[in-house]
């Protein structure tokens, strides 16, 4: 996941093996890593919310991921 990404976690569908790659809260994901992806997916915020803790981004994104798998 990527704050910065134009896609939106919620229009994907997730019915592959996934790898949900988290950057700290401080520095993101290092650059090496965000080359490597196939996809890269963010959150979308609303209001005047800029960005989530990242234990909360995680527990957004399984949810939704979860719930496309069954």
Do not use: Q
Not at 14 to 20: A, E, H, Q, R, S
Not at 30 to 45: A, G, R, Y
Request: glycine share 8%; hydrophobic share 35%.
């Amino acid at each position: 996941m990527e704050e910065k990404s134009s896609v939106d976690i919620f229009d994907e569908k997730f019915n592959k093996k996934t790898v949900l790659i988290l950057g700290s809260e401080g520095k993101g994901i290092n650059k090496s890593t965000l080359n490597i992806l196939d996809k890269k997916v963010s959150i979308p915020m609303l209001g005047e919310i800029k960005s989530l803790n990242v234990s909360v981004a995680c527990g957004v994104s399984l949810y939704h991921i979860i719930r496309n798998c069954s």
